[in-house]
């Protein structure tokens, strides 16, 4: 079962295939090999074997309709021997839903390899050669040929690819207002938001504060004010702000539940600075963070890119996901003595990671409700708190991230990044959702990454290292420029090679 609501939940389907100049058995025999060691290793549930073993486009269709009907939104096609490339690859192309194409390695047979060959691994040669041909997309693992055990595992590392691919295509993306002044690094041209199969509405904060209005003593608001009280505990102290953040609470969701049309999952990218504040009267972090934590995040000032990269790592990680400023440097005296000698990293390689205040509570350190310390110095100068409470503040828990952005940049051109690191387990002495960041080169992946190819400030945490199904999703959209961050000794494009 997935953690997260607001992300497919998968059944796989697994079909073999087999070459008419080769025994059936053969293949179906391995097939059934694959499921028993899926089975054991990971989950029953998760993996539906489909009877029809095919060699031709009839078999073609009759495996179709078997896995339609049992009910799969993604696909193993598997090569148990050669395998015939037409039907197995048209196969792909009518399913709706990803595809993954793995081979059999040949079993131990003795002495003699003659009646058990199975020569998978030349016909999965033909079939990608197919899947070129059709322009049909796939799935292909790193080394897509292996035994019982080694194709279970393969299976594996497809679900948090296939769960992406499925939720992107069920995706629907609502906005609410224009970015704030000078905020252009958000820009969002949309068009490659279809390509990959995500809907979108754009709306007005208008229509969003006429639906907050319409919300006003709305029966279920003190129930989900206890809720929020019981979660924060101790960290309860603003507990006057928690009505209004109820009724945002409530207003977010039912414009979800109206709005998603035949979309299944839907994610919000809303203006949240400055005229929010003082129409609304309050700061929706701690309501960003707590959708967050039920799998429908919620990205700042509008970054519709930012939303994405949020969902992505959330249906890969299948965990909650952030989105932070990649923010500030680490000062010298918290370098040197929490991190130097300590941590192999350099005082380059440490960053804070920040926001607001947008965190979901099951992420932090102690979290705390407070107030938006430099909105406060601008509306509510010399008095108390009011329309700037709402931040959720601490610490964030220490341990494995990956940093993430996908992002269409002005010429609607899809680019990416990943870069693997950790949050550190050392105080940040600072406000807000923070953490001190320690990632591998981080000072040339700034320079020669988020700089010279023009990101903006926001990146989406996952939480774990996530990398090679993010890559791996990536490639299937065909997303091209996937950059990481390069270890020392090998240059970026345009780095300076006579640099000291």
Not at 102 to 114: I, M, P, R, S, T
Not at 150 to 178: C, Q, S, W, Y
């Amino acid at each position: 079962m997935n953690k997260l609501q607001n992300i497919p939940e998968l059944k796989i389907g697994i079909v073999a295939v087999s070459r008419d100049c080769f025994p059936m058995t053969l293949s179906e025999n391995r097939r059934k090999a694959v499921v028993k060691a899926y089975t054991e290793k990971y989950c029953a549930c998760a993996i539906y074997e489909c009877p029809v073993v095919i060699e031709n486009e009839l078999d073609m269709r009759k495996a179709l309709a078997d896995i339609q009907a049992a009910g799969c939104n993604a696909l193993v096609v598997y090569l148990g021997n050669f395998g015939p490339e037409t039907p197995e690859t048209l196969l792909a192309k009518y399913f709706d839903g990803p595809a993954m194409f793995v081979a059999a390695a040949e079993d131990d047979c003795g002495n003699a390899l003659v009646d058990s060959r199975g020569d998978a691994y030349c016909g999965m040669l033909n079939a990608s050669y197919n899947l070129k041909l059709r322009n049909i997309k796939a799935y292909i693992p790193e080394y897509p040929v292996g035994t019982a055990s080694e194709v279970a595992d393969m299976i594996h590392e497809f679900i948090p690819v296939a769960r992406t691919i499925v939720g992107l295509k069920n995706l629907k993306i609502i906005t609410f207002g224009p970015r704030p002044q000078d905020f252009l690094a958000c820009n969002a041209p949309i068009a490659r938001l279809y390509d990959l199969g995500v809907e979108i509405e754009e709306n007005s904060e208008l229509d969003l504060l006429a639906a907050y209005n319409a919300h006003a003593n709305d029966e279920r608001i003190p129930a989900l004010v206890e809720e929020m009280a019981a979660e924060l505990g101790e960290g309860n102290k603003m507990a006057g702000i928690l009505p209004r953040l109820a009724q945002y609470e409530l207003t977010l969701l039912d414009w979800a539940e109206a709005h998603k049309g035949e979309r299944a999952f839907v994610a919000f990218a809303n203006k949240c600075w400055p005229s929010f504040q003082t129409e609304f009267k309050f700061v929706p972090c701690y309501v960003n963070g707590r959708l967050g934590a039920r799998g429908i995040p919620v990205s700042c000032e509008v970054d519709i890119y930012g939303v994405l990269s949020e969902y992505i790592g959330q249906c890969v990680s299948d965990d909650v996901v952030t989105l932070l400023d990649i923010n500030n440097t680490v000062p010298g005296n918290i370098y040197n003595e929490d991190i130097k000698g300590k941590f192999d990293y350099t005082q380059h390689d440490t960053f804070m990671g920040f926001h607001c205040g947008n965190g979901s509570s099951c992420i932090l350190q102690s979290p705390v409700m407070k107030y938006q310390l430099i909105m406060h110095r601008g509306l509510e100068p010399d008095v108390e708190p009011d329309i700037t409470r709402g931040t959720l503040e601490g610490d964030i828990k220490p341990g494995d991230i990956t940093f993430f952005r996908l992002q269409s940049t002005a010429d609607a051109t899809l680019r990416s990044y990943a870069a693997q690191g950790e949050i550190l387990p050392v105080a940040t002495r600072s406000f807000g959702t923070i953490g001190i960041f320690g990632i591998k080169e981080m000072g040339r992946f700034y320079r020669y990454v988020l700089i010279e190819k023009g990101y903006p400030h926001h990146g989406a945490v996952v939480f774990g290292h996530h990398g090679k199904a993010i890559f791996d999703v990536l490639k299937y959209f065909g997303v091209e420029d996937r950059e990481y961050n390069h270890p020392a000794g090998i240059p970026y494009c345009g780095e300076n090679p006579y640099k000291a």
